[in-house]
């Protein structure tokens, strides 16, 4: 981890932002105090009893474990990655998710964090009255309750990033920066088969059909772009330059 870390930083990066750091905090912490690195924002199970991953399940811990832990790395934002593609079928399974989400931004607060969510494209498929149920799941969560949008995968669930950012104001705090071109159906689809990573297509900023530029230029509140590749189209590190090149010789970061 250490020298992953130092990797990142001799590219240039000042944040990182951590998954799977519940059971190993302090080897976190001192990692990316070593590396003179911060994580404000990380991913952790909120909201299901277990965490689905294309590569394997991993459990939840109690949401204050979670907290304890993310206030030791130092974070101030802890984003669920990830709720069940059958969960965001029904208006009345959206609406536990957000229920379940809102219980815990007064619990969050008692460790001085936030809470969050960020999307696949599960949250796509279903429609409310013209409404998708990641939006209406957005319309029932508290204005705390911050919002982190991967702009790959609302691509891949079919909608125009540029759009949907304009629409989400100001909730919208962190996007996942990631190009690619999407499958030809939503792998989280109900009549979608099993898929991994390795089938998706993803490439480097300006090398996919995801309308990057436009979408952080329609941001109003943004203080993260994230990068991420679920499935690296070459040397990961490299990846991690061109992304990183991307935003900052766009002017979209500082």
Avoid: C
């Amino acid at each position: 981890m250490g020298g992953s870390l130092d990797k990142l930083a001799a590219i240039g990066l000042k944040n990182v932002e951590a998954f799977d750091f519940v059971r190993r905090p302090h080897e976190i912490r001192s990692a990316l105090d070593a590396s003179g690195l911060a994580s404000p924002t990380g991913h952790a199970p909120l909201l299901s009893d277990e965490l689905w991953t294309p590569d394997g399940s991993i459990p939840t811990p109690a949401p204050e474990v979670v907290f304890e832990a993310a206030a030791a790395i130092g974070m101030t934002t802890v984003i669920d990655p990830f709720v069940a593609p059958d969960r965001w079928l029904t208006l009345d399974g959206v609406t536990d998710i957000a229920d379940r989400l809102n219980r815990l931004v007064d619990v969050a607060a008692g460790f001085g964090l936030s809470v969050g969510y960020h999307n696949h494209a599960q949250e796509f498929v279903a429609d409310f009255d013209g409404q998708t149920a990641y939006e209406r799941f957005v319309e029932l969560t508290d204005d705390r309750v911050a919002i982190e949008l991967d702009l790959y995968w609302a691509l891949v669930g079919g909608q125009d990033g540029v759009g949907l950012v304009s629409r989400l104001g100001d909730r919208l705090v962190a996007v996942h920066v990631k190009d690619g071109i999407a499958p030809a159906v939503n792998p989280f689809g109900p009549d979608a088969g099993e898929f991994g990573s390795a089938s998706l297509d993803q490439r480097r900023p300006g090398e996919g059909d995801v309308p990057l530029a436009g979408a952080l230029r329609a941001g109003t509140a943004v203080q993260y772009a994230v990068i991420e590749y679920d499935n690296a189209p070459g040397d990961v590190f490299d990846d991690i330059a061109a992304s990183y090149a991307f935003l900052t010789e766009g002017g979209f970061v500082r």
